[in-house]
């Protein structure tokens, strides 16, 4: 049915905003970054899988093989292998002798970064770590091994992007194209090393075009805000030293979202969709889809957790009469019909998956 697309297209905006924000937050994005530092500041090595490369704890995920070099400014990654993902990135440096005051940027030049379920594209973009103190740069001291760690306070990704899914189940792999830009906050520090493992994203914006290869196509902005983004340290290790560990029940991170995109579909009119959604708990949270066409609005507000999900859903016309689904469960299909405070009918699911709805006459229909 071509009412069902409303469905499909928030699936889309949704999965290709999650594939986005698992990539940057993840070990192969920021230990490029971190590895790409190294080599200016550390070490001559150019086996991104040697000692010198390892970020963090050994436990970690790490470069499994790939090359780095640094020529003219420019830092060169073939064949970099990390967690799943092979990433191919060439980076401008800043100038040779020059002082930096406020963020050491990287300006990428072009990159990849390719797993078994998406690859992005990079055609351009910036790298920026925020800088608490001055930052000399001198590529001489950095090659004899003198020069000082940038104190790096924070920083910023701003990127123009193609995120294309991959894999064998996907009967329509999602394609977004356009920008990407986060900020990033309170870096953490490995007791041991000194090493940078871990900066938190306090914000995250995405904008751009969202397709599939079945011919559904719109326009999309996505947000993101982590509110505890500056007090927010990884929960660390495990008693067995192995399996880092992000969060816990006692330790999470409190984000909101909002998903704006309008869309047009053959035979249906144009529709507005808004998603937004705040994290109240480690499994914990709320979300409300609104969906606008033709004088018409669905609203969906729920409460959710990691096995259930509940809310109401209401519908109203163009003559502004509203009827509303109170009390759903929306795992179980249950639920009431009510209209202007008043019931008129229960929702159940059957054994037999069919919807019942039993009206107050003692008339029923199922679905």
Do not use: C
Request: aromatic letters at 8%; a negative charge.
């Amino acid at each position: 049915m071509k009412g069902e697309a409303f469905s499909t297209e928030v699936d889309l905006a949704s999965t290709a905003a999650d594939a986005s924000i698992e990539l940057v937050i993840g070990p192969a994005f920021e230990h490029t970054i971190n590895a790409i530092f190294k080599r200016l500041t550390d070490t001559e090595a150019t086996d991104l899988s040697a000692d010198a490369y390892v970020m963090g704890q050994p436990e970690d995920p790490q470069f499994e093989s790939g090359t780095i070099t640094y020529s003219d400014g420019v830092v060169t990654i073939i064949n970099g292998v990390i967690d799943g993902v092979t990433v191919d990135i060439s980076v401008q440096l800043p100038v040779d002798g020059s002082t930096v005051d406020a963020a050491l940027t990287a300006s990428i030049n072009s990159a990849t970064f390719m797993s078994t379920l998406s690859d992005l594209t990079i055609s351009s973009g910036t790298i920026t770590a925020t800088l608490a103190t001055p930052y000399p740069v001198d590529y001489s001291a950095i090659k004899m091994g003198t020069a000082a760690d940038p104190d790096i306070s924070g920083g910023s990704i701003d990127l123009t992007v193609a995120l294309t899914q991959k894999g064998d189940s996907l009967d329509s792999p999602v394609t977004f194209v356009g920008s990407l830009a986060t900020t990033l906050v309170n870096p953490v520090e490995d007791d041991t090393t000194g090493e940078i493992i871990w900066l938190t994203p306090s914000t995250l914006t995405l904008a751009g075009n969202v397709s599939d290869t079945i011919g559904n196509s719109f326009d999309a902005s996505f947000t993101a805000n982590i509110s505890n983004a500056e007090n927010f340290e990884p929960v660390g290790e495990l008693n067995s030293g192995y399996d880092f560990v992000l969060e816990d029940a006692n330790n999470w991170l409190a984000a909101t979202i909002g998903l704006d995109f309008r869309l047009k579909l053959a035979g249906l009119p144009e529709a507005s969709v808004n998603i937004s959604g705040s994290r109240t708990a480690f499994e914990e949270g709320t979300a409300k889809i609104t969906i606008r066409y033709d004088g018409r609005q669905i609203v969906i507000d729920s409460d959710f957790t990691d096995s259930s999900s509940t809310g109401s859903v209401a519908i109203t016309n163009q003559d502004g009469i509203t009827m509303s689904i109170v009390g759903a469960d929306f795992d179980a299909s249950s639920g009431e019909i009510e209209y202007n405070g008043q019931v008129y009918g229960s929702i159940t699911e059957l054994n037999n998956g069919m919807t019942k709805i039993t009206y107050i006459d003692g008339t029923f229909e199922t679905l």
